[in-house]
């Protein structure tokens, strides 16, 4: 069986690592809050969630499929991934700064901005330094033609698991967020 030939940088490819980084710095230089807020809120929802997807239902799936069948699916996943979730990522976190130093809330003594943000490097770390690498890793395996499966299999799970953690911690961000905006 051969590996299928993987293209990143597609068209379209592009337009989904482009179009939330170009809806931040339009709101940033717009000063439209309402539209930084909506940015913040859309690719922190959408985060979340395909993190919550890839961790709770994914992971259930992946299992049960043949090692062979498997690895094709990461093999098709990781290309999209490794530009789309870094762009969601940076820009959700990017957008909730600006957010927090537009309503003065961004105070380094106040221990809900101090939580959220050592979620933040956690959620970083996590996705920065386990997934991205993983995916890159993924990526060039694929690149040589895919033959090591096993290694595409393992890493792959290891993202999905990782993933489904990182809900937790957004679970969690959103908390405080919740208790920064009451009051």
Known sequence: MSSPQVKVFTFSSLLIFLTPILALIYAVLSRNFT?????????????????????LIMSRILRSLEPQLRAQFIMRLTPLML?????LASVAITAGVYIAT??????????????????????SVQGFGI????????????????????????LGMRNIYV????????IAIIFIMSLLTVG
């Open 35 to 55: 539209f930084l807020n909506y940015v913040h809120v859309i690719t922190g929802g959408t985060w979340t969630g395909i993190d919550l997807f890839m961790g």
């Open 83 to 87: 530009l789309f979730m870094p762009s």
């Open 102 to 123: 537009w309503l003065h809330i961004f105070d380094l003594s106040n221990p809900l901005i101090i939580a959220s943000g050592i979620i933040v490097i956690i959620l």
């Open 131 to 154: 997934i991205m690498p993983n995916e890159v890793r993924i990526f060039l395996e694929i690149r040589r033609g895919a033959k090591n499966k096993e290694k595409i299999n393992k």
């Open 163 to 170: 993933s489904g953690s990182q809900v937790i911690f957004q």
